[in-house]
């Protein structure tokens, strides 16, 4: 399974970016998706999961500002960014589960700063 994500660039204090990650390759049943996410410095952590069937969870930090989704017909999801804060700004990686083994895109930077 290869993942490849979009839509990570430069972006003021406020504003919006969509992220979108297509999974392609041996795909049978992708199971959990999700985002997360590396600063300079500090450990990748978990930004947004979402279920096949669409149960989210989402760190305290972008509740209310971010919104995941996917679409299981297209083995794509999707990342919406509101209200973004320089703290956002962080390589932004893409994760696949299928048959419990974990799949990881290469990252899209989103730098968030005036």
């Known amino acids: 399974v290869q993942l490849q994500a979009f839509g990570g660039g430069l972006v003021q204090p406020g504003g919006s970016l969509r992220l979108s990650c297509a999974a392609s390759g041996s795909i049978f049943s992708l199971g959990v998706m999700g985002w997360y996410r590396q600063a300079p410095g500090k450990q990748r952590e978990l930004v947004a999961i979402?279920?096949?069937?669409?149960?989210?969870n989402y760190a305290d930090s972008v509740k209310g500002r971010f919104t995941i989704s996917r679409d299981n017909a297209k083995n794509t999801v999707y990342l919406q960014m509101n209200s973004l804060k320089p703290e956002d700004t962080a390589v932004y990686y893409c994760?696949?589960?299928?048959?419990?083994?974990?799949?990881w895109g290469e990252g899209t930077q989103v730098t968030v700063s005036s």
């Open positions: 979402i279920t096949r069937s669409g149960t989210t």
């Open positions: 994760l696949a589960y299928q048959a419990d083994l974990p799949y």
